[in-house]
C-alpha cells in the first residue's frame, strides 16, 4: 500500500497503517502463543485474497481489497468478539485499541477511493473492480465456513459443512460480518447489481446492511419474524441473552451456557465482581 499509492500524503498514511499492522500481528501473536498456547494458519481462502491484493500493480485494487473488504471484515470480527467475550479484560483491552486502528484504515480507504471511483473510472475498469468486490465476497465468505476448525477437530466436513451453511445463529453471525462492507461499497458506487446479486446468493443480508442497521421500532419485529441477524444481534446485545464459554476440568470439552442478568460481572455489585476477581 505504500509502494503502490500515487501520492505523497498517502504514502505517509501507508507507512503508519504497515506499523500499525505489523503491532496488531505481534501483540495478537504474543496472546495466542503465550496465554493460549495455540498457533493456526491462514485459512486458505483468505491466503489467496491476500496474495491477489498484494500482487496487483493497480493501487485502487490494493486499497479496495485491503482497505474496503478485508479491514472492513476484520472490524466487524473483532467488534463482535469484543461483545462475545467480555470477561477476558486483557483481549478486549487488545481488541479495543486495535479496533480503534482498523476504523481509521478503513474510513482512509473510503476517503482514497471515493474521487476515482465516482467519476474517474471508465465503464470497464468500473466493471474489473465489480468482478474483484465479486470474488473477493466469495473468498470472504468461504473463509466464514470453518472448514480448516471442522478439520483440525477431525469433524465430518460432510455433516458439519452443511450444518454451518443452514444453521441461524452462523447465518446471522456471517451476515454480520459483513455490514461494515456493504455501506462503503455502497459509498464507492460500487453495490452494483451483479454485487447485491452475490451477496444475495450467499445469505449475507445486503438489503440490511445496506440501510446501515436496523431501526430500533423494527427491532423486535424482525427479532419475532426470525431473521438471523437481527437474532443474532439480539442475543449479543441483551443482558440476559449474553453466552459464555464454560471450560470444566482439564481435556473436558468448552461449551456455551446462557448467563443470566443476575449472574452477568456487569451487573453484579462492584464490591462482589473485586472479591470474585482476587
Known amino acids: 500500500i505504500v509502494q503502490s499509492v500515487p501520492w505523497e500524503e ?18 495478537y501473536h504474543r496472546y ?14 483468505l491466503q489467496v485474497l491476500l496474495d491477489q ?20 471484515l476484520a472490524l466487524a470480527a473483532f467488534g463482535t468478539m469484543r461483545i462475545t467475550m467480555p470477561n477476558e479484560p486483557l483481549l478486549m483491552d487488545i481488541t479495543e485499541r486495535i479496533m480503534a486502528d482498523e476504523a481509521r484504515h478503513v474510513a482512509f480507504g473510503v476517503l482514497s477511493l471515493a474521487k476515482l471511483y ?14 474483484f468486490v465479486i470474488e473477493a465476497i466469495q473468498l470472504l465468505h468461504g473463509r466464514l465456513l470453518m472448514d480448516p476448525v471442522f478439520e483440525r477437530l ?25 455490514t461494515k462492507i456493504v455501506p462503503n461499497l455502497k459509498r464507492l458506487g460500487l453495490l452494483s447489481p451483479q454485487v ?13 446492511a445496506d440501510r446501515g442497521g436496523t431501526h430500533h421500532h423494527q427491532h423486535r419485529s424482525r427479532h419475532r419474524s426470525g431473521d438471523p441477524q437481527e437474532s443474532l444481534r439480539c442475543s449479543l446485545c441483551r ?11 482439564r481435556g473436558s470439552s468448552r461449551r456455551c451456557e446462557p448467563v443470566s442478568r443476575a449472574r452477568h460481572p456487569a451487573h453484579r455489585p462492584a464490591q462482589q465482581r473485586g472479591v470474585q476477581a482476587r
Open 196 to 208: 447485491r446479486e452475490c451477496l444475495a446468493g450467499l445469505d449475507l443480508g445486503v438489503h440490511a
Open 53 to 72: 491484493i498484494v500482487e496487483d500493480s493497480r493501487w485502487d485494487i490494493t486499497y479496495l481489497g485491503m482497505q474496503i473488504l478485508v479491514e472492513g
Open 154 to 178: 477431525g469433524w465430518d466436513l460432510s455433516v458439519w459443512r452443511p450444518w454451518n451453511e443452514q444453521n441461524a445463529f452462523q447465518k446471522g453471525f456471517r451476515q454480520m460480518m459483513f
Open 32 to 45: 495466542l502463543t503465550e496465554k493460549l498456547a495455540v498457533n493456526y494458519p491462514v485459512h486458505p481462502d
Open 239 to 249: 443482558p440476559h441473552a449474553v453466552y459464555r464459554v464454560a471450560a470444566g476440568a
Open 10 to 27: 498517502a504514502k505517509f498514511y501507508a507507512a503508519n497503517q504497515v506499523a500499525d499492522e505489523a503491532r496488531h500481528v505481534e501483540v
Open 118 to 131: 465516482q467519476g474517474e473510472l471508465s465503464s470497464a475498469e468500473r466493471r474489473e473492480r465489480e468482478e
